[in-house]
């Protein structure tokens, strides 16, 4: 029986083993297997789970809340959890200001004004704010930081942007009281600095339930006098002018009527007018203003909203 070959066929004639130049020609002449006969190839799929983060609510808000305290009861927290509010109202005072000009009858009261750094005041603010603009620049604000989170970064209102917009000193005396005014005090403030009876002074607090006054009742008692009044009638219109005017503008409160007769004290000596800081004391005052406004039951905004929209 012949000899059975090693791919099971048999053959008499011996075995021989194929040369270098057959092999090479096998390799050319094999047959090369069709794509599409051939199985996919099967690569390591991700889980989208593993690879991307997840995130619950609005894109950009919390994630860790221990940094900034105070974010539970700020605005944004609720938004970020569906809630929101409306615009807010706003407190501004820009048409009250043309009830009180200075023209040529008043020209001893506008030179003082002048003098105290504080007249560019009476032409810059805005007789109409944005309440939606306003109020999204509230949603920004962050109390700890004192600066508006914008999508880009962190942004906020320096001296120089007081300077540049409204005109006023930045540098000087910084302004402070120490403790709350009583009514008692602010009535004797307002019978010695503005020369009102002890009775005038009693009733416009009462009525205010506070001790301040109403920039109406300031009007109507000195909007009248002239160079033409006694001296101390233009001394007391001075300082009346000068309450009105950081009432509807710098220390613009929530009142929306009213001005607080601390202030009144600055004016004491009218030729120290000009050395306060009252660009820095109007920042400060904005900055509280917006800090309060971001708590979520708050509905109002004070302070000088002309510096906030004109940034």
């Given at each position: 029986m012949p000899p059975r070959t090693r791919g099971g066929y048999t053959?008499?004639?011996p075995r021989r083993?194929?040369?270098?130049?057959?092999?090479?020609?096998?390799?050319?002449?094999?047959e090369v297997e069709p794509a599409a006969?051939?199985?996919?190839?099967?690569?390591?799929?991700?889980?989208?789970?593993e690879t991307e983060e997840v995130f619950e609510g609005a894109p950009g808000g919390p994630i860790d809340r221990c940094i900034l305290r105070s974010f539970d009861k700020h605005i944004a927290?609720?938004?970020w959890v569906g809630e929101d509010r409306a615009p807010l109202k706003l407190v501004n005072h820009g048409a009250k200001l043309q009830l009180w000009e200075l023209?040529?009858?008043?020209?001893?009261i506008y030179e003082t004004v002048h003098r105290s750094g504080l007249a560019p005041l009476t032409s810059c603010s805005h007789r109409v704010a944005s309440r939606p603009m306003l109020s999204a620049f509230c949603e920004r604000w962050q109390p700890e930081t004192t600066t508006f989170h914008m999508p880009f970064g962190e942004m906020t209102i320096t001296l120089d942007d007081v300077a540049s917009i409204l005109h006023i000193p930045v540098t000087g005396s910084m302004i402070s009281f120490s403790q709350p005014l009583h009514a008692d005090d602010a009535n004797a403030l307002l019978v010695e600095l503005l020369g009102t009876t002890d009775v005038e002074a009693s009733r416009e607090t009462e009525q205010c339930r506070s001790p301040s006054v109403r920039l109406l009742w300031l009007r109507d008692h000195f909007s009248t006098i002239t160079d033409a009044s006694s001296?101390?009638?233009?001394?007391?219109?001075?300082?009346?002018?000068?309450?009105?005017?950081v009432g509807c503008t710098l220390f613009a409160?929530?009142?929306?009527?009213?001005?607080?007769?601390v202030y009144l004290e600055l004016f004491r000596d009218l030729s120290m007018v000009g050395s306060y800081a009252w660009g820095a004391a109007c920042l400060a005052y904005l900055y509280r203003q917006l800090s309060i406004a971001t708590r979520f039951e708050v509905r109002q905004l004070g302070g000088y909203l002309t510096l906030l929209q004109d940034l």
């Open positions: 053959s008499s004639a083993r194929p040369t270098r130049s057959e092999r090479r020609r096998r390799v050319q002449l094999r006969d051939r199985d996919p190839v099967e690569h390591p799929q991700h889980d989208r789970d927290a609720k938004i023209g040529m009858e008043r020209s001893r001296d101390d009638d233009i001394v007391f219109a001075t300082r009346a002018f000068l309450l009105h005017l409160d929530k009142s929306a009527t009213s001005v607080a007769v």
